[in-house]
Structure formats: structure tokens, C-alpha cells
């Protein structure tokens, strides 16, 4: 089947439901794996006969895939986020968009001063205080039930934190029991704003702030055992733009502007106070993959002296435009541009060296229990090809790399679940990911090997899901 043929099914929209689906498991799972996988991305691209003009801004849904610890077993839940701008788009046939579609989410951004941005949180999930909460790029959340994925309504921090760009890729910390968060206020100056949410609480803390004059468009950052480092590309936007006619839609109020380079600002997790910044070249960034401290001396026993970010590059903003719905097949094919890279930031000074690790990627992955240490394995979605893309697996240490791909095979995030007996930083342990199948016209859900990436089971869902963006494997 053509390549043109697999992307119109990934960019068609899914109203079908189901609720604890069991799912025909071809191969076997590990007996140890009981948790769920839940992954959030757009599912509803048209509203009375009208479409969307970006990815990212198709309605949200949810989907769970949840296991027992059988063999055999794998129950699937997907249902649509009933969020405001759900409802409205289901009474009066119009979608307010959030990133690149224009019309009414430009006025809503015009009104971002004001408290009234869209609710469409289709990009990620985190589990805050018992609830699952779905999140997007403003700061708005929706609660859901964690295992029916019934929107509970509007998720309210207990904290008087506010911003106007929310980075809804948060970073729980397995080992220090807290999730780092990012917000983004737009002002004179506009300011990134860091805090820690400590586990089992809804009370996020401030942790410190960068000032800027341009704020940056940051989709994520990194972070260390004791830094949190803030990855300022040069693509960029004048607040008071935002306020004036010509433009059609919030990504329009960035441009690209290299002169400025990329910039590492990094912050003391504790104090919040700014330890360094470091420039080195242009660089995009939508995804880091992890970063670590790397101490002085020839074994690294001494004090930190650089930080190793790692993170998927691209040389410029092309990618944003690549992905409106109209382009995206072609972008697909052609856009291999996002490059594994490893940078190293000096905390006292100095320029900052990189080298790449693996060609052509995104969604990048790390086992939770490797994030903020010195690590070994990244698993990523490889770039397409017409026939299909594929699962890479990348050892940062030897440089080697493995593949698994299927003719007619689009896969999504993978995610590793590490092996339960398995100690740091071993690969035992499978990788989660779906796939959009486009030869059944249909999405299977893969369970590969960790260390081989040979299939080790499949669940063929009973519809072929649109492509989504991000996931989390939640232990019960």
C-alpha cells in the first residue's frame, strides 16, 4: 500500500469507542507485566464539514492498553476527551484550534491575558494526586478517570501558579519522588518559570526563573540529579505580536532566527538560581531524551563540571510547517532531519561540544529509572520511509544501533518497561508501540523484546487509530 495511502488513514478521524476491549494477543507476554500503557493524541480532525489544518490540533483522545500479569491478556479502553472545546465542536460544528489552525483560537490567543485558552489537551498524560490529567501546551487540564478514561472536567492545581504556555511534557523524577514542571509567561519581560510538584500532592512549588525579552516555543527541557537545564532555541515570538491583526494563527508569531543560536540556560533545582548559559549553534528541539552530570577526572568522581543533554535536533523550524495536514505525507518522507545529538554543556565556561548519535528520529524514550543518571539505551520512532518508519534502538555508550520495521508498518512513541528484577542500565525488559497497520487498515498494539527488539506479541485493535503523540506506562 502507498505511503499516501497509510498517512490519509492516520489523519482520518476515529469516533469509535470501546470500553475494556479484550484483545486477541498474538505471541505472549511477560508474566510480570501489569500495569497500562496510556497514550493521548488527536483523534477528531473535522467539525461541520470543516477540518483542521494541523496535527496538533485535532481533538483529543485517550487510549489505555491495561495488563495482568497473563500471558494472553490485553484489555483496551479509548475515549475522546469531553473537554469544553469537545463539546462545543460537537454542538456548533466549529473546532477551536490550539496551535496553527486559525480563526477562533487566534482570538482565543488574543484573550490568553485574559484566562480563556482552549482545553483540547491532546498532547500528553501525567498522574498527579490519584487522577490521570490530561495536558496540552496551555495551562489548562483535564481530569479523567484512570481506568474507565471518563473526563472528570477541568483539573485544578491547589497552587496560585499561572503562565500562558504550559511545556506538557513534565518530568517525574522517580528518584527524588517529584515531577519538574515548565510555564511560560508572556510579559515585560516574559519569563520560563520552573516548579516541582512532589508526589502524591496538587500543590506545585516555584523552583526559580529565567527573564527573557523573546520567549522561546519550548516543548520540553531536560534534567539531572541536581540541574534543570532549559534548552532556548532561537525560535521565537514578540508577546505584544499576539495583539496585533496579519497573522492567522498562534505558530505564525514565531519566527526563526539563528543569529541567535541555541541556548542551555541551567538552573540549581534547589535554589533556583542560574549556575550557567551556554551558546552553541541553531538548533530546533521538540524532545530531550535524558541528561546527566559528568564529573571531573578520567572516571568522573570528581564534581560535576558538564552537563550531557541528549536531545533530537533539527537544523531549523521547517519541521512546524511540515506538519499542517496538507503537507505532512510529504514532510514524512522526506523530513529525516531530527538527528539523535549529544550535547555537552560546561558549567564553568567554554563552548559546548556535540556530536550526533543516530540519524533520523523523534519521540525518543528512556527507562523513568534511567532519567537523570548516566544511562545507556534510547528507543525512538525512526523516520519514514514510503513504506512504512521504524523502532530504532540507540546505545549512546558503543554508538550501535538496531531496527525493527514491517512493510506497511507506521509505528508511534515506543515505550520500554524495563524488567522488574533488572538493575540500571540494562535493556531487559519490552517496548511498547503502537502501530498503524495500513495493510489491515488497522492499528496493532506491538510488545517487542528490549534487548533484540524481536516481536515478542501482538493485539490487533478493532480500528485504526490517528497518529498520536505521547504516552506514559503507569505501574498499578
Same mark, same amino acid.
Given at each position: 500500500?502507498?505511503?499516501?495511502?497509510?498517512?490519509? &488513514?492516520?489523519?482520518?478521524? &476515529?469516533?469509535?469507542?470501546?470500553?475494556?476491549?479484550?484483545?486477541?494477543?498474538?505471541?505472549?507476554?511477560?508474566?510480570?507485566?501489569?500495569?497500562?500503557?496510556?497514550?493521548?493524541?488527536?483523534?477528531?480532525?473535522?467539525?461541520?464539514?470543516?477540518?483542521?489544518?494541523?496535527?496538533?490540533?485535532?481533538?483529543?483522545?485517550?487510549?489505555?492498553? /491495561?495488563?495482568?500479569?497473563?500471558?494472553? /491478556?490485553?484489555?483496551?479502553?479509548?475515549?475522546?476527551? #469531553?473537554?469544553?472545546?469537545? +463539546?462545543?465542536?460537537?454542538?456548533?460544528?466549529?473546532?477551536?484550534?490550539?496551535? /496553527?489552525?486559525?480563526?477562533?483560537?487566534?482570538? +482565543?490567543? #488574543?484573550?490568553?491575558? @485574559?484566562?480563556?485558552?482552549?482545553?483540547?489537551?491532546?498532547?500528553?498524560?501525567? +498522574?498527579?494526586?490519584?487522577?490521570?490529567?490530561?495536558?496540552?501546551? %496551555?495551562?489548562? =487540564?483535564?481530569?479523567?478517570?484512570?481506568?474507565?478514561?471518563?473526563?472528570?472536567?477541568?483539573?485544578?492545581?491547589?497552587? *496560585?501558579?499561572?503562565?500562558?504556555?504550559?511545556?506538557?511534557?513534565?518530568? $517525574?523524577?522517580?528518584?527524588?519522588?517529584?515531577?519538574?514542571?515548565?510555564?511560560?509567561?508572556?510579559?515585560?519581560?516574559?519569563?520560563?518559570? &520552573? =516548579?516541582?510538584?512532589?508526589?502524591?500532592?496538587?500543590? +506545585?512549588?516555584?523552583?526559580?526563573?529565567?527573564?527573557?525579552?523573546?520567549?522561546?516555543?519550548?516543548?520540553?527541557? *531536560?534534567?539531572?540529579?541536581?540541574?534543570?537545564?532549559?534548552?532556548?532555541?532561537?525560535?521565537?515570538?514578540?508577546?505584544?505580536?499576539?495583539?496585533? $491583526?496579519?497573522?492567522?494563527? @498562534?505558530?505564525?508569531?514565531?519566527?526563526?532566527?539563528?543569529?541567535?543560536?541555541?541556548?542551555?540556560?541551567?538552573?540549581?533545582?534547589?535554589?533556583?538560581?542560574?549556575?550557567?548559559?551556554?551558546?552553541?549553534?541553531?538548533?530546533?528541539?521538540?524532545?530531550?531524551?535524558?541528561?546527566?552530570?559528568?564529573?571531573?577526572?578520567?572516571?568522573?568522581?570528581?564534581?560535576?563540571?558538564?552537563?550531557?543533554?541528549?536531545? %533530537?535536533?533539527?537544523?531549523?523550524?521547517?519541521?512546524?510547517?511540515?506538519?499542517?495536514?496538507?503537507?505532512?505525507?510529504?514532510?514524512?518522507?522526506?523530513?529525516?532531519?531530527?538527528?539523535?545529538?549529544?550535547?555537552?554543556?560546561? &558549567?564553568?565556561?567554554?563552548?559546548?561540544?556535540?556530536?550526533?548519535?543516530?540519524?533520523?528520529?523523534?519521540?525518543?524514550?528512556?527507562?523513568?529509572?534511567?532519567?537523570?543518571?548516566?544511562?545507556?539505551?534510547?528507543?525512538?520512532?525512526?523516520?519514514?520511509?514510503?513504506?512504512?518508519?521504524?523502532?530504532?534502538?540507540?546505545?549512546?555508550?558503543?554508538?550501535?544501533?538496531?531496527?525493527?520495521?514491517?512493510?506497511? !508498518?507506521?509505528?508511534?512513541?515506543?515505550?520500554? %518497561?524495563?524488567?522488574?528484577? /533488572?538493575?540500571?542500565?540494562?535493556?531487559?525488559?519490552?517496548?511498547?508501540?503502537?502501530?498503524?497497520?495500513?495493510?489491515?487498515? #488497522?492499528?496493532? !498494539?506491538?510488545?517487542?523484546?528490549?534487548?533484540?527488539?524481536?516481536?515478542?506479541?501482538?493485539?490487533?485493535?478493532?480500528?485504526?487509530?490517528?497518529?498520536? @503523540?505521547?504516552? #506514559?506506562?503507569?505501574?498499578?
Amino acid at each position: 500500500m502507498s505511503m499516501e495511502a497509510g498517512f490519509e &488513514l492516520g489523519f482520518a478521524s &476515529l469516533s469509535n469507542e470501546v470500553t475494556d476491549r479484550s484483545l486477541a494477543v498474538e505471541g505472549s507476554l511477560p508474566d510480570w507485566l501489569d500495569g497500562a500503557l496510556v497514550r493521548n493524541g488527536p483523534a477528531t480532525f473535522e467539525a461541520g464539514g470543516e477540518r483542521v489544518e494541523h496535527w496538533f490540533d485535532g481533538l483529543a483522545m485517550l487510549h489505555r492498553f /491495561a495488563f495482568d500479569g497473563r500471558e494472553d /491478556a490485553v484489555r483496551y479502553t479509548n475515549r475522546s476527551l #469531553r473537554s469544553e472545546t469537545y +463539546r462545543r465542536a460537537m454542538e456548533t460544528g466549529e473546532i477551536s484550534g490550539q496551535f /496553527a489552525t486559525g480563526g477562533g483560537y487566534l482570538r +482565543r490567543i #488574543r484573550q490568553l491575558l @485574559f484566562g480563556d485558552p482552549t482545553d483540547n489537551c491532546n498532547v500528553h498524560v501525567a +498522574r498527579v494526586d490519584g487522577s490521570l490529567v490530561a495536558m496540552t501546551e %496551555v495551562p489548562r =487540564y483535564v481530569a479523567c478517570d484512570p481506568e474507565t478514561l471518563e473526563s472528570r472536567g477541568e483539573f485544578a492545581f491547589a497552587d *496560585a501558579l499561572t503562565g500562558h504556555v504550559n511545556c506538557a511534557h513534565v518530568l $517525574p523524577d522517580p528518584h527524588r519522588g517529584e515531577t519538574i514542571g515548565l510555564l511560560t509567561t508572556f510579559g515585560r519581560p516574559s519569563e520560563y518559570m &520552573l =516548579y516541582r510538584l512532589p508526589d502524591g500532592s496538587r500543590s +506545585r512549588e516555584r523552583i526559580g526563573s529565567v527573564t527573557i525579552e523573546d520567549p522561546a516555543y519550548l516543548h520540553s527541557f *531536560a534534567l539531572t540529579e541536581r540541574f534543570v537545564v532549559l534548552t532556548e532555541h532561537p525560535f521565537v515570538t514578540t508577546p505584544a505580536s499576539f495583539l496585533l $491583526p496579519g497573522r492567522d494563527s @498562534f505558530v505564525d508569531h514565531y519566527d526563526w532566527r539563528p543569529e541567535r543560536g541555541t541556548r542551555f540556560h541551567v538552573l540549581d533545582r534547589e535554589t533556583g538560581e542560574r549556575v550557567a548559559t551556554a551558546v552553541t549553534d541553531p538548533w530546533f528541539v521538540f524532545h530531550h531524551v535524558n541528561a546527566f552530570e559528568a564529573g571531573a577526572g578520567p572516571n568522573g568522581d570528581g564534581d560535576a563540571d558538564e552537563l550531557v543533554v541528549d536531545l %533530537v535536533a533539527y537544523p531549523n523550524a521547517d519541521v512546524v510547517d511540515g506538519l499542517y495536514l496538507t503537507e505532512a505525507a510529504d514532510w514524512f518522507e522526506s523530513g529525516r532531519d531530527g538527528h539523535l545529538r549529544r550535547f555537552r554543556v560546561p &558549567l564553568g565556561g567554554g563552548p559546548v561540544a556535540s556530536e550526533p548519535l543516530y540519524d533520523g528520529c523523534e519521540l525518543p524514550r528512556v527507562a523513568p529509572g534511567d532519567r537523570t543518571k548516566a544511562y545507556r539505551y534510547v528507543y525512538a520512532q525512526g523516520a519514514a520511509t514510503r513504506d512504512g518508519n521504524h523502532v530504532a534502538k540507540v546505545d549512546v555508550t558503543t554508538g550501535e544501533s538496531h531496527r525493527w520495521e514491517e512493510s506497511g !508498518l507506521f509505528v508511534e512513541e515506543p515505550v520500554f %518497561v524495563r524488567a522488574p528484577d /533488572a538493575e540500571r542500565p540494562s535493556d531487559e525488559g519490552v517496548v511498547l508501540v503502537t502501530a498503524l497497520n495500513t495493510n489491515e487498515r #488497522r492499528t496493532d !498494539l506491538l510488545v517487542l523484546d528490549g534487548e533484540t527488539l524481536d516481536e515478542r506479541a501482538r493485539a490487533p485493535l478493532p480500528h485504526a487509530v490517528p497518529f498520536g @503523540f505521547h504516552g #506514559r506506562y503507569l505501574e498499578e
